[in-house]
């Protein structure tokens, strides 16, 4: 299942006026007492039974009698139904005993068995169909509840990594920078004073700074506030710098459109799964270098990440298989967009994830509506 058929699936069918007057209709009266659905019903049924006494036998309104059935059933329930169809056909005997053809009492009972069984698979009928209905709204909501949780845990999982981040920065770095600075002033007196541990100091010192740039860096990657403030172009060039300064392999980060983005959601997304991506080839490729380009074409915007490696097996391409690929595949199907993860024919891996830039705009109405 892709990430537009998922998306689909979420999406709530088109209303019509007369499907939503019918929706309304059905919550009124499913609301009453089934005694009130049951009295209305039994009128409406009467009220075919008059009709079908005056017009005689030749001109009968016997298939009516499954519309009071039907509604019966759909508002109130089998049991409803079941009494309706039983009222339905005592109601069609009186009404055509009259001007009845039959010769005898036993054929239009018989008559009125065969009705009786037709109105009553108009009940059983109806029951399937209102069952099927509860289970489609049941699985619906199962859905929307799901999509919904599954937003709030990437929402809290985002919010944690960005007050871990801001924390990491503006606690621990500037503590670290701190006891640098400390550090160098120290070596400084000690080699005023000619004492060989100024040397040591200044070994101290360089640790030091070298821990502050590490931490920062971290807290770069796990916070990257440029994504809103530098573009998400900036955003992928900074990362690509800092994975090549943690991990030694040359990511060179290329063809990287400027994209105006207004909402910061998507930008943050669009920098995940490209994180991810580029974590992933690291980790488990064995690659000596990592791709990273954005391009614009057509209202089309592509995110590509490529590696030289070993490449990945076809079961682990799955999106059951890895908390990383998974949440990969719940980003891309928050921005509705389309994900893939296939081999490159020079060797190695490719993440290629495309969305439109209309879809994006929609995204970004949608977000902007359920906040207000």
Known sequence: MNA???????????????????????????????????????????????????????????????????LAV????????????????????????????????????????????????????????????????????????RRQLEKDIVSVSEHEQQRIGQDLHDGICQQLAAIGCAARVLAEDLQAQGVQAAHDASLIEGSLQHVVMEARNLARGIFPVHVDRSGLAAALADLGKMMSRLTGIPIVVNDCVDVPLDA???????????????????????????????????????????????????????????????????RAQALQAVLAIEPRNQGGTMVNCRVQLQDLKKLKHLNDHEEN
């Open 264 to 330: 910061p959601e998507v930008s943050m997304h669009l920098y995940r799964i490209a994180q991810e991506a580029v974590a992933n080839a690291v980790k488990h490729s064995g690659a000596t270098e990592i791709q990273v380009a954005m391009k614009l074409k057509d209202e089309m915007l592509e995110l590509r990440v490529e590696d030289n490696g070993k490449g990945m097996p076809p079961s682990s391409r799955t999106r059951s298989d890895g908390m990383g690929l998974r949440t990969m595949h719940y």
């Open 4 to 70: 537009s058929t998922i998306t689909a699936a979420y999406e709530p069918a088109k209303e019509t006026r007369l499907t939503r007057f019918w929706g309304m209709a059905t919550d009124a009266m499913r609301r009453q007492s089934v005694w009130v659905t049951i009295g209305v019903m039994m009128l409406f049924t009467l009220g075919i039974g008059w009709l079908d006494n005056i017009t005689g036998f030749e001109v009968t309104w016997f298939v009516f009698y499954g519309i009071p059935i039907f």
């Open 74 to 145: 759909w508002w109130a329930g089998n049991k409803a139904g079941l009494f309706i169809a039983i009222l339905s056909g005592v109601v069609w005997w009186l009404a055509n005993m009259s001007t009845t053809p039959y010769e005898t009492q036993l054929g239009y009972a018989w008559a009125l068995v065969n009705r009786l069984v037709y109105l009553c698979v108009v009940v059983f009928a109806v029951t399937a169909m209102r069952n099927k209905q509860e289970a489609d709204a049941a699985r619906i909501q199962m859905l929307e509840e």
